[in-house]
C-alpha cells in the first residue's frame, strides 16, 4: 500500500525565515510526486510534478526536490501570502491516474 | 476556460435524504475524479473516470454513486445520507496521468 508522510503537520514562519517542508513516502515504483498549495476554504492548486530522483523544480520563492524516498518543498524568504497548507501526493507505475495524498503542512508566515 | 467547477457551493442534509454534487470540465481532460477532504485530513479518493462510459472505485466509494455520460460531465450520487458523510468534496480532472486540477469544492453538511 502507497504510503505518504508530511512534516511537520504545522509551522510558523516569521517573513523572510526560510524553511523546509518535508514529504516521505513509500510506493510501490514511483511514477511522479505532485505537490499542491491548498487556501482556506478553496480547491488545492498544482504547484509541481517531480518524477526521477535528483529532479528539482522552482517557481517564485519556492523550490521542490526529490530523492528516492522523499521531497522537500524550499521556501526561501517566505511572505504572508505564502500562508496555505501544502500538500504532497504521491502516484505509483501500477496505480494508473491515482494519487495518495499525504495529510498537510499547514504553513503561517508571520508579517 | 472556467476549468473545474462544482455546484452547489454548500449543502445540508437530513439523515436518509439524497442528493447529486455536479462537476463540469472544460479542459477536454479524459480523466475525471471525486476526492472527499475531512478536517486535518488528507484527499481520499471516492471514485474515478477514464473517459465517458468507464468508472472504478478508489479508496472509499461505499454510500456513493458516479455515472460518466459525457466528456465534460462527473456527477457524484449520494444515496442515504448519513452523518459519515460530512465533509468537503472535491472534483478533479487531468489528461491522462498528468496533474490533476481542483474544483472550489462543495461543503456537505449530513444532520
Not at chain 1, 517542508?21 to 498544482?46: A, H, I, M
Not at chain 1, 517557481?59 to 517566505?78: C, G, N, Q, Y
Not at chain 2, 490533476?100 to 453538511?109: A, E, K, M, S
Request: proline share 5%; charged share 20%.
Amino acid at each position: 500500500e502507497d504510503q505518504v508522510t508530511q512534516s511537520p503537520e504545522a509551522l510558523r514562519l516569521q517573513e523572510g525565515e526560510s524553511s523546509s517542508l518535508n514529504c516521505s513516502y513509500t510506493v510501490s515504483g514511483l511514477r511522479g510526486l505532485f505537490w499542491y498549495r491548498q487556501d482556506p476554504g478553496k480547491g488545492p492548486e498544482f504547484l509541481f510534478t517531480l518524477y526521477s530522483a535528483g529532479e528539482e523544480k522552482e517557481k517564485e520563492r519556492l523550490k521542490a526536490t526529490l530523492t528516492k524516498k522523499e521531497s522537500f518543498l524550499h521556501i526561501t524568504a517566505p511572505k504572508p501570502e505564502d500562508s496555505a497548507t501544502y500538500l504532497c501526493a504521491v502516484q505509483a507505475e501500477t496505480s494508473g491516474s491515482r494519487l495518495t495524498f499525504g495529510e498537510g503542512t499547514q504553513l503561517t508566515v508571520n508579517p | 476556460n472556467a476549468g473545474v467547477t462544482q455546484t452547489p457551493k454548500f449543502r445540508i442534509l437530513k439523515i436518509g435524504q439524497s442528493m447529486t454534487l455536479q462537476c463540469t470540465q472544460d479542459m477536454n481532460h479524459n480523466y475525471m475524479y471525486w476526492y472527499r477532504q475531512d478536517p486535518g485530513m488528507g484527499l481520499k479518493l471516492i471514485y474515478y473516470s477514464v473517459g465517458a462510459g468507464i468508472t472504478d472505485k478508489g479508496e472509499v466509494p461505499n454510500g456513493y454513486n458516479v455515472s460518466r455520460s459525457t466528456t465534460e460531465d462527473f456527477p457524484l450520487r449520494l444515496e442515504l445520507a448519513a452523518p459519515s458523510q460530512t465533509s468537503v468534496y472535491f472534483c478533479a480532472s487531468s489528461y491522462q496521468r498528468y496533474e490533476q486540477f481542483f474544483g472550489p469544492g462543495t461543503r456537505l453538511t449530513v444532520l
